[in-house]
């Protein structure tokens, strides 16, 4: 097994640590453009390797011919935000830079399946789709997991129980317009309604809705990295050990959900050979409205970022 890893930024690091820490693949390489960067924190994960009693190999590189023959790649790298930037407002160089990289590295694993992290999400899996020409089926982006572990977490937090027994679900872009459904929200199977208020399922919404700009604006200089790494690990991981899991990834709609041509979160059954389910939901109206919405302005961005690219 052989998963690269495009970025060996912070989100990028923390996705190859945890793949070698669990053991997920016998070589990891880390690509980017800075090759001491990717060569020193691939050596230094390394040397960590016989505390932690795994045999995983990780490379750093800045050459995608060594990254020939993935099974997986995982493109991480891109802007990060800043203070009062939006997801968007980093449309036009991530789309420059993660067309470029995929491009790169589908040369050389022409059968991989991609997962997608760089931001803005659902339209940097939109652009993976187009430039690499794969299959929808083998090109996921990472959103749903994230924003319904930030959901979840502060559900405990407003609780006070196990993080274990918490199951959740939002649909929609990743960002402002994500849509929340509370009556698919439990803990240890009793709806969250029955738990909590209204007004403080709203609060825990809305927190999850701005759960990225909250760390950047502690952080200064830099955006979230354990969360998202941890959340690409899980559906690499998914992929490997064929787990059939279901779980809420970007994908491209095809008229699922009345919906089409964008890439956008929905609950997918994900295994040895990616998206093999795409799960249409009963949604109610006011849902639906919710969920189209969000579509339309993730079209919207779509569009144009892959008029930027034909630009260039």
């Known amino acids: 097994m052989k998963v690269t890893v495009i970025g060996a930024g912070n989100v990028g690091a ?5 793949l070698a820490n669990k053991e997920l693949a016998n070589d990891i390489y ?6 001491g960067i990717a060569k020193g924190k691939a050596l230094d994960m390394y040397e960590s390797m016989p505390i932690l009693q795994s045999d995983a190999r990780i490379h750093g590189t800045n050459d995608y011919a060594e990254t020939a023959g993935s099974h997986i790649v995982i493109m991480t790298a891109g802007l990060a935000r800043k203070p009062g930037m939006s997801r968007d407002d980093l449309l036009v160089k991530n789309a420059a830079i993660v067309s470029s990289c995929v491009s790169q590295a589908v040369k050389y694993s022409p059968d991989a399946y991609f997962i997608v992290v760089s931001n803005p999400l659902d339209v940097m899996t939109y652009v993976t789709l187009q430039v690499t020409g794969l299959p929808k089926h083998k090109v996921i982006g990472m959103a749903g997991i994230l924003d319904t572990a930030r959901y979840r977490s502060f559900i405990s937090m407003a609780t006070g129980y196990s993080m274990r027994d918490i199951q ?19 803990v240890a199977g009793i709806p969250v309604t029955e738990l909590l208020s209204k007004e403080k399922i709203d609060e825990i919404v809305n ?3 701005n759960g990225g700009i909250e760390i950047v604006n502690f952080l200064k200089t830099g955006s979230a990295y ?6 690409a690990v899980e559906m690499a991981e998914a992929i490997i050990k064929d787990q059939k899991r279901i779980l809420p990834c970007t994908v491209l709609l095809d008229g699922e959900y009345g919906i089409g041509d964008v890439c956008v979160g929905v609950p997918i059954k994900i295994g040895k050979d990616g998206i093999e389910e795409i799960i249409q939901l009963k949604l109610t109206s006011d849902e639906q409205a919710m969920f189209t919405k969000s579509a339309e302005h993730v079209k919207a961005t779509i569009k144009q970022a892959m008029e930027l690219i034909s630009n260039q």
């Open 14 to 18: 923390t996705v190859a640590q945890i």
């Open 30 to 35: 880390m690509v980017d453009i800075d090759e």
């Open 226 to 231: 354990y969360a998202p790494g941890t959340a």
């Open 207 to 209: 927190r999850a809705i």
């Open 168 to 186: 959740a679900l939002l649909l929609g872009g990743h960002g402002d317009t994500m849509v929340p459904l509370p009556r698919y929200t439990t």
